[in-house]
């Protein structure tokens, strides 16, 4: 019997539709400096911390920090920490990005741009051309190396910018980069420290220590200047300061979901068969065999969930817990994983379903049972044979040769019977059976007794098949002939169609009547929903118009 073959190139062709739809957004595009958010048009801060690499204690902290040193016009520092800026150089991005924003003092171009990208393990400084003397290339340098870098290795991001910023603070008050190596101040009589703390003013609740510390290195040698002040030493803040790993939660590709919602939709329509549901008020046409429901398994709605659910949860678990962007290439791995542990099991539920209904019947009922799930699962193991699924298929295929093609015994004598070739069988069929023939959508056996010629006739539907079975003779030459519109839906009424069906055997004809859902007005004056983020209005809402040469220093981890 010649098969129809199974629509692989529709399927193919409305996967490859789909990826369409969303490769005009798989491709990222450009990051460019006007990505990064500007604190100072936000909450006129100085740092950007989009990621939320820092945390919000942390900004805060060194938002005052900087703040002290630029209301003091000694150099404003801004602080940029992300995950990533795409394909761009760092080296490039923090020189463009200091001049977008312009950074600094417009008369003195005293600023200093740091930027951090965590995927490409980069440090960036951007000196302005006014601090270059002060602030030469080389102790930049040494600032990220000696403060920076070993901090960031740790993934302790908070306190590699708490350690860089006071020594830039340190480098400018004290002209000395290493502000754990300054003079001790002189020792205090403790009974000072007890009368005046309520003087020195409040302390960071979440860093104690923190602000005096912070204070007194940006202030200078305050400590000699008043005795009732005591600076914390640098190892104060180490014990201080909780250890902040990464928090970065990974970016998903919402392309990829994209595409796999719309090819998990169709591979659990075009995989499984679903129960036809008669619609009221209709003459409904006649199940085609392709479209036969399977008994054994239909997963339906419920196993779109189960396996969409699954690829949901392979890439929030990349995002979250392994803080790794997911592109479009993981998550098309992840869904395919998914898919592959998903088929799995409908293997699993197919073997227990079988044992359960299949003990009783006999071997023809068995052979037409599994030729549905042949039908449905079959294709499926051309794109996930792993790990269960192309080993099922094959042992499917091996078990329905053997319903079919084990000798028969006679029902009468008990004899072994044997099967007549195709050009044998025609004459023991009868019109309607060739015809049937004819059409592949079924092929019969003739098992012939040579003791007491008894005949046996056995029917093989081809589950792929798009004939019916005929209302009239009951064979499966019923056929779809045309499709009519008789009357078009409109966006205020419903419409009506008919589908001409012929017998071929019979010659039997019915029209059967359709309804023509209603056409859907699209709405042009659909309103867009969105948020007006208002930038805090300050004295410091915008940098002060410096720019640099290029001056600076890059450290990798």
């Not at 019997?1 to 957004?25: I, N, W, Y």
């Not at 017998?503 to 309804?515: G, Q, R, T």
Request: charged residues 20%; glycine residues 8%; contains cysteine.
């Amino acid at each position: 019997m010649k098969v129809c073959p199974f629509p692989v190139k529709r399927l193919l062709v409305l996967l490859l539709l789909a990826f369409l739809a969303s490769c005009d957004q798989s491709t990222t595009k450009q990051f460019t400096v006007a990505d990064i958010p500007d604190p100072k048009k936000t909450d006129g801060g100085y740092v950007s911390n989009p990621d939320h690499l820092l945390s919000d204690a942390a900004v805060s902290s060194l938002n005052e920090q900087l703040g002290t040193l630029d209301r003091a016009g000694k150099v404003q520092v801004g602080i940029v920490v992300v995950h990533s800026i795409g394909q761009n150089d760092t080296r490039d991005f923090v020189h463009q990005l200091f001049n977008y924003w312009k950074i600094g003092s417009k008369e003195k171009n005293n600023g200093l741009l740091i930027l951090m990208v965590e995927d490409a393990r980069k440090l960036e400084f951007e000196t302005g051309t006014g601090i270059e003397a002060d602030m030469p290339d080389i102790i930049c340098f040494r600032i990220q190396q000696e403060y920076m870098i070993p901090r960031i290795k740790e993934h302790d991001y908070d306190a590699a910018f708490r350690d860089g910023i006071l020594s830039v603070a340190a480098l400018f008050n004290n002209g000395n980069y290493a502000y754990d190596q300054l003079p001790e101040p002189p020792v205090v009589d403790s009974s000072l420290v007890v009368a005046d703390a309520a003087v020195a003013g409040p302390v960071n609740a979440d860093y104690p220590g923190l602000t005096a510390a912070a204070d007194s290195a940006v202030a200078g040698n305050t400590a000699a200047e008043d005795p009732g002040l005591v600076e914390a030493p640098p190892s104060y803040f180490a014990d201080n300061t909780p250890s902040v790993s990464s928090s970065y939660i990974g970016e998903p590709s919402l392309p990829g979901l994209i595409f796999w919602f719309i090819a998990s939709l169709v591979m659990i329509r075009v995989f499984f068969s679903r129960k036809i549901k008669a619609r009221k008020g209709e003459d409904n046409a006649p199940v085609r065999l392709k479209d036969a429901p399977n008994e054994l398994l239909r997963p339906g709605t419920l196993g779109f969930i189960l396996v969409y659910g699954l690829g949901l949860l392979g890439v929030g678990y990349m995002a979250s817990v392994r803080h790794t962007d997911v592109g479009f290439l993981k998550t098309f791995v992840i869904f395919y994983l998914a898919w592959c542990l998903f088929m799995s099991g409908v293997v699993i539920i197919l073997l227990l379903r079988a044992a359960a209904v299949l003990h009783e019947k006999d071997r023809h009922e068995k052979w037409a049972c599994l030729a549905m799930v042949k039908r449905d699962v079959g294709p499926a193991a051309y794109a996930f044979p792993l790990p269960l699924l192309g080993l099922y298929v094959w042992a499917l295929k091996k078990r329905m040769d053997r319903l079919r093609n084990e000798v028969y015994e006679c029902p009468k004598c008990n004899h072994p019977m044997h099967r007549l070739n195709d050009v044998e069988d025609n004459d023991y069929l009868d019109k309607a059976q060739v015809v049937e023939e004819h059409l592949e959508s079924v092929d019969y056996d003739i098992w012939r007794c040579d003791s007491c010629s008894t005949q046996l006739v056995l029917n093989y539907t081809n589950m792929r098949s798009t004939c019916s079975e005929c209302p009239s003779c009951h064979h499966y030459t019923f056929r779809c002939d045309k499709t009519v519109t008789l009357k078009r839906a409109t966006t205020s009424s419903q419409g009506m169609g008919s589908q001409q069906f012929s017998c071929a055997a019979c010659k039997f004809k019915h029209d059967y009547m359709f309804i023509i859902p209603k056409v859907s007005s699209s709405s042009s004056g659909s309103s867009s929903s969105g948020s007006s983020f208002s930038s805090s209005s300050s004295s410091s809402s915008s940098w002060g118009g410096g720019s640099s040469g290029g001056g600076g220093a890059s450290s990798s981890w």
